[in-house]
């Protein structure tokens, strides 16, 4: 049958009309758009009703429901604040000396304010208690929640003059509101401690800080907050509170397949493999492939982190501390850009943005110089931690790390690290009168440390995994940053890099450029010969 | 003047591809070996790889045809009149001396050509064609076979080969100019005819046209 043009346009009209208004009675109203995803409105519990006076009465509401929650916590390393090494040997925050702030212990009432509890101020806290651990800093989606600094990781109910005498007064938390509006973690939960490790934004990781709260897709490619939305859980895959990816028990080769749902899942969720595979390159870029036995996806994909705004620490020099100023009070310096490099409470700092990482095959295990390790004074820095791998033992791969730089007090006499009693309302405290061998002897002296009396300064070095801050895929390395001379593996033993002047067989290149030199000296000879024979035949 | 038709048409073709495809391989090659920049390392290593595929496909072709043509025949080496030849290109080439080896079609190398061609047949190309294979699926065999030597002593063999094949192309590109004329050997690889002079033997003067 035949239409006539006008009538086949207006049947295809028609069509459209009635497409667009069956679309539209199929879109979701307002009322199913405000759907919520929990079937619970915490709001309306009546236990959630009532002002608490503090922290743990919170909780023991909590668990008037969520029964085993408390348990589950207690299992886990952000309570314990604890790792037992496959060496053997103790780690854990409660327990590692680092060279940032050093050291937990002796120092409980300002450090805890990060621990996921209430009250943890000396080695005598209750670990058993289950109203000690605390919901709220996890679960918090006011962004109202706050502990401040030096009360135990307590939260202030009743405004409070801290310090003591000082004038300044903490204000109040109102509990009520922030107990109602509960809900799942989120990137500014984890991010209220894992952002400021170390002692302020940024310091200590480098690829975690406050610019990864609310990222754009060139900070990371992930947890864009207007594209992938990524909260941190989403890789950190969290069942019954046990939350997995911890530093202590790097994932460092993954040679699992993408994670299908559905399928039981063992091993670590937070490995780039988990989701994307062994071979997640497209067939144009097939090569790339072939990069993953050596080469951890990191290396590649994280060209610089502290890439947000954001310096992190890159060096810390305890030993220049306590220095006064003109005026007699706490010397403090600043950099161009306004940032502070020197306090007297904690000497100098070395800071940096988009700092490009430093590379070592890393095969999971991790070496850590604890208290009580004898240690020198030489050219070689003491290493805090130190990645273990190499290129031979079939179980490493390249990794980016941070390598953070100190200059810190140990005993020289009886070479150990040192637990220094940084802050605290007391006369040995570092911060508040800068005497080392007074910081230093009660340090000790809380963990039962013996003690020489004298202080000196080491240098030490800590690694840290370079994980986050995954860029878009166009921002990755090129062949050429790794496959060249100078290039940014040109310190990674042990692996012949095409292209890096350094696996070269220098002898192989002298002679063979020798040869094409002959080759090409004896043509030009020859040839010159030629020339001048036939020149002067005619 | 006579002349013979030497070069036919695949032969041709097969020559100059490779030529091309050898110069562009030499080029990316040791820009990816790390000796220079030009293209990018990137382009460099992905058009070494295409250029070597395509290369293999060539030799597939030519191997096929040398052995169904009976051309391989052209390559078996002898060791009459080398010496002869070697005098030639030392001393007899700057007297204009006559030329010791007549081009037939039967026999259209001369007994140096034979034996510098023969060599980059059996020692170089195998060399390459072996140890750029295993450079490119290193991946594939690293983890059984290749686990001992690595890829550095795959590189190592593979750069050798490469920089033979530079030292010949070289000596091969200017002994192309010692024809009877400095172009007529390049002319004859491009139209398949070689002028041939009468009676060399006794004809001490070649035309230089």
């Known amino acids: 049958m035949q239409m006539p043009m006008h009538a086949a346009f207006r049947t295809i009209a028609v069509m459209a009309a009635m497409l667009m208004a069956a679309a539209a009675h199929g879109a979701p109203d307002a009322a199913s758009a405000q759907l919520l995803k929990s079937t619970s409105d915490h709001s309306k519990f009546k236990v959630l009703q009532q002002d608490f006076q503090s922290g743990p009465e919170v909780t023991k509401a909590c668990l008037s429901c969520h029964t085993e929650a408390a348990r589950q916590l207690q299992l886990t390393q952000h309570w314990k604040w604890e790792f037992l090494n496959p060496d053997g040997r103790r780690l854990g925050k409660k327990n590692v000396i680092n060279n940032f702030c050093t050291s937990v212990a002796s120092n409980y009432a300002y450090c805890t304010t990060c621990h996921i509890g209430y009250g943890w101020k000396d080695d005598q806290f209750d670990f058993t208690a289950q109203e000690n651990v605390d919901c709220l800093i996890c679960h918090d989606t006011t962004g109202n929640y706050r502990k401040p600094s030096g009360f135990a990781g307590n939260v202030v109910t009743r405004d409070t003059e801290f310090p003591p005498g000082s004038g300044k007064v903490v204000k109040a938390l109102k509990l009520r509101p922030i107990a109602q509006e509960v809900a799942k973690t989120s990137r500014d939960n984890c991010g209220a401690c894992h952002f400021f490790g170390g002692g302020g934004d940024g310091v200590k990781h480098g690829d975690l800080d406050s610019s990864l709260a609310s990222p754009d897709k060139a900070l990371d490619v992930h947890m864009d907050a207007t594209g992938n939305n990524f909260a941190c859980a989403t890789c950190h895959m969290t069942e019954g509170h046990q939350v997995p990816g911890s530093r202590y028990a790097p994932t460092a080769v993954d040679k699992g397949g993408a994670h299908l749902r559905g399928k039981e899942r063992t091993g670590n969720p937070t490995t780039c493999q988990s989701c994307h595979g062994q071979a997640p390159h497209k067939a144009n870029l097939a090569k790339l492939n072939d990069h993953t036995d050596k080469v951890a996806c990191q290396t590649c994909h994280i060209p610089a982190y502290a890439r947000g705004g954001i310096a992190t620490k890159m060096a810390w020099d305890w030993s220049t501390a306590g220095r006064m100023g003109p005026d007699g009070k706490p010397l403090v310096k600043t950099d161009a850009k306004g940032r502070v490099i020197y306090t007297a409470a904690k000497g100098h700092f070395v800071l940096a943005e988009n700092v490009v990482p430093e590379y070592a095959w890393f095969n999971g295990k991790v070496t850590y110089t604890l208290l009580g390790d004898r240690i020198e004074k030489s050219d070689q820095p003491t290493r805090i931690n130190h990645f273990e791998g190499s290129a031979s033992d079939g179980k490493s791969t390249i990794w980016p790390v941070k390598v953070f730089r100190g200059k810190q007090a140990y005993d020289p006499v009886n070479q150990t690290l040192a637990v220094l009693h940084m802050a605290g309302n007391d006369d040995t405290a570092f911060w508040t009168n800068f005497n080392w061998e007074k910081a230093v002897a009660a340090g000790m002296a809380s963990v039962g440390a013996p003690f020489s009396g004298q202080v000196d300064f080491v240098s030490t070095e800590s690694m840290w995994p370079i994980t986050h801050m995954v860029a878009p895929a166009q921002s990755a390395l090129k062949c050429r940053d790794c496959h060249a001379s100078d290039g940014r593996l040109e310190k990674v033993s042990g692996i012949y890099i095409p292209g890096r002047g350094s696996d070269h067989a220098t002898w192989l290149d002298g002679i063979g450029w020798a040869l094409a030199a002959l080759a090409l000296f004896g043509a030009l000879a020859h040839g010159s010969g030629r020339i001048f024979v036939s020149r002067r035949r005619t | ?209």
């Open chain 2, 1 to 209: 003047m006579a002349r013979v038709y030497i070069f036919k048409r695949f032969e041709r073709f097969w020559h100059w591809a490779q030529a091309a495809l050898v110069v562009a391989l030499l080029l990316t090659g040791f820009e990816v070996h790390g000796s220079y920049r030009l293209l990018g390392w990137e382009r460099a290593a992905s058009l070494h790889t295409s250029a070597a595929w395509l290369l293999i496909g060539l030799w597939l072709f030519a191997i096929f045809w040398h052995f169904t043509t009976g051309e391989w025949k052209q390559y078996i080496p002898t060791t009459e009149k080398v010496f002869a030849m070697l005098k030639y290109y030392l001393v007899g080439i700057f007297s204009d001396a006559p030329h010791p080896f007549r081009v037939t079609r039967l026999s259209k190398h001369n007994p140096l050509q034979r034996l510098a061609y023969l060599l980059v047949k059996v020692c170089i190309n195998p060399l390459i064609w072996v140890s750029g294979l295993l450079y490119l699926y290193y991946n594939e065999l690293g983890a059984t076979v290749f686990a001992g030597p690595g890829l550095g002593a795959i590189a190592l063999v593979h750069t050798a080969a490469a920089f033979l094949m530079l030292a010949f192309l070289i000596a091969h590109a200017y002994l192309a100019t010692t024809g009877h004329t400095p172009l007529a050997h390049v002319k004859a690889m491009i139209t398949g005819w070689e002028d041939l002079d009468d009676e060399p033997a006794h004809e001490p003067t070649r035309s230089h046209t």
